[in-house]
């Protein structure tokens, strides 16, 4: 969650705020910058994003900026980041959660501290402010800061000077660096093509940086170059709707990379697999193809792994599309017994540093926040796992359905867009899909959607179904005359049908046509109907699928 964003060199402040438009994925509650000039820190920020807090940032020769996703503290200009220390000549920016923040803030406090923020973030700069006066070196200072606080964090402290400090313990930072320039960041997106190395701080670690460039402690990790191209907006309206048009190359992309690493896996014993939200839908479509291979498997929400009171497993696979899920990373940090394999979207992620074998999709850089083309991507590399199949046409086969589910989707959006509940059933894996084209349209368009098995909707859920109550069925060829029955129960009392399925029925209102495939490759295509009937949907709202309220791309907080 949020997004940190820093540089050191000439023309900083215009480089943090473009930086912070890319980062508004992270959380864009509210936003703000501070810039150090002439032995001052100047800082504006408010609520709302960052075009709307900063028309024309001040020069200077280092900034650090801040888009925020709210944990500690409502939605407010005080709250919002760069938080001040009380000399004005130090700000910082900081992602996750200092744990002992009250009992920290009350020692402050009694040492004549004057706090200006419900936040817990505000502790780390008074706490650098007696360090420099304790010790009278910034580093000094850091560690002093270090030693203070608990929790899973990402900081970066700027000082009137124009020097950066940056920290992490648990929550995503890099540090980038060109011939004239230094930066910090918490994600690479803003660093592509602007910085010639990017490197990950490792957990525990710091750097220092100035105008003569980066003192880093420890190791850290050099990220591997991801094409910069692909995060451009590229004529499309939302980056949502950029990267349900990608899925042909991202599958065609992650095909090529599983075929030309050779990649498989051997696993036999017990498997969890550990996810959050889509990758948690993607993680049940392993745990299908695992069990129909004889393989003890369960898909997990990691959130809830730590209520697990069966036999531990002997392999987990963890699944996030950004590396950096904390629901998954805190289980990973207590697990010694299983090996680990990541499936993750992200090269040098943290999710790496606790995996024995780690796996990518080929997705590149996914903007928007609901997830589609990394969703695709995560099932192909499960059934080029467990499945034995070679869907050599799949891309292709993507594009086609995404040809000609687009008209009927807007059209269908134009209808929608006034209703306010809806189903999602399947039977088998169509379930998967269900699940996931339910959660596509709450997330973005604000509508009730619910997803059920098909033939569990008949067991209470058909109560709330009368005339006009959308109900959006997928069926595969293997399901699809065992969900009639289901399409004609909905059908007696009045729900509209909209249908996903490789041949039509004059009970669908709505028919979305998806190619006659096996069952394993069936979710990768009839997924998409959906996932274009939630993005227009929320256009026809005036809604920006992009930036769903309460949302953020990536979850770094428990």
């Avoid at 699944?319 to 697990?335: A, K």
């Avoid at 991507?377 to 080029?384: G, I």
Wanted: glycine share 10%; charged share 25%.
């Amino acid at each position: 969650m949020c997004g940190i964003i820093g540089m050191v060199g000439e023309g900083a402040p215009e480089f943090v705020v473009r930086g912070l438009r890319t980062l508004e994925y992270r959380g864009y509650d509210s936003s703000g910058i501070a810039v150090a000039k002439g032995g001052v820190v100047f800082v504006q920020k408010g609520v709302g994003t960052i075009d709307r807090i900063v028309s024309e940032p001040p020069e200077g020769v280092a900034a650090i900026g801040h888009t925020r996703w709210a944990t500690h503290g409502g939605v407010t200009e005080f709250n919002a980041h760069p938080h001040l220390d009380c000399s004005g000549k130090y700000a910082v920016v900081h992602n996750g959660i200092i744990e002992n923040h009250t009992a920290l803030r009350q020692e402050l406090v009694g040492r004549g501290h004057v706090f200006t923020s419900e936040t817990d973030s505000e502790v780390i700069v008074h706490l650098f402010e007696e360090g420099v006066a304790r010790f009278g070196d910034y580093e000094k200072a850091l560690n002093y800061v270090l030693s203070k606080i608990r929790g899973q964090y990402a900081f970066v402290i700027l000082t009137a000077d124009g020097a950066i400090l940056a920290a992490r313990n648990g929550a995503p930072l890099l540090v980038g660096r060109s011939e004239n320039a230094t930066f910090v960041a918490s994600d690479p997106v803003p660093l592509l093509g602007v910085a010639s190395e990017i490197y990950r701080l490792r957990d525990g670690s710091y750097a220092v940086v100035t105008r003569a460039g980066a003192h880093i402690s420890g190791e850290a990790q050099r990220v591997p170059e991801i094409s910069a191209r692909r995060v451009e907006l590229g004529g499309y309206a939302h980056y949502m709707e950029k990267e349900i048009f990608e899925q042909p190359r991202a599958l065609r992309d992650t095909l090529d990379y599983l075929r030309r690493e050779e990649i498989s896996l051997e696993l036999d014993g017990r498997v969890h697999l550990l996810a959050a939200g889509t990758s948690y839908h993607a993680s049940l479509y392993g745990e299908y193809l695992l069990r129909r291979r004889g393989i003890d498997a369960r898909a997990f929400v990691a959130s809830e792994y730590g209520s697990w009171k069966g036999r531990e497993p002997d392999y987990i696979i963890a699944v996030s599309q950004s590396g950096e899920t904390e629901d998954v990373l805190s289980v990973l940090r207590n697990q010694e017994g299983p090996e680990v394999v990541a499936i993750t979207n992200t090269p040098g992620s943290t999710i790496e540093e606790y995996a024995n074998t780690v796996i990518y999709t080929r997705a590149g850089p996914e903007v928007g926040v609901a997830a589609t083309k990394t969703y695709t991507t995560q099932l192909l590399v499960f059934a080029h796992l467990f499945s034995g199949e070679r869907p050599d046409k799949l891309p292709e086969l993507a594009g086609q359905v995404i040809e000609s589910a687009k008209p009927l989707a807007e059209r269908l959006a134009d209808e929608l867009a006034r209703k306010n509940n809806a189903y999602f059933l399947g039977r088998g894996l169509d379930v998967v899909t269900a699940r996931e084209g339910a959660l596509k349209l709450k997330e973005i368009s604000y509508i009730h959607a619910e997803a059920y098995p098909a033939g569990e909707s008949k067991h209470g859920p058909i109560s709330l179904v009368e005339n006009g109550f959308p109900v959006f069925f997928t069926a595969s060829p293997d399901t699809f005359d065992e969900t009639l029955p289901n399409v004609h129960e909905m059908r007696a009392r009045g729900a509209e049908v909209v249908l996903a399925s490789s041949e039509p029925s004059e009970l669908a209102e709505y028919w979305f046509s998806v190619p006659h495939v096996s069952e394993v490759i069936f979710p990768m295509l009839s997924v998409i109907p959906w996932q274009l009937v939630a993005y227009y949907t929320a256009v026809r709202r005036g809604l920006n699928p992009d930036r769903p309220r309460n949302l953020a791309k990536s979850v770094t907080v428990r």
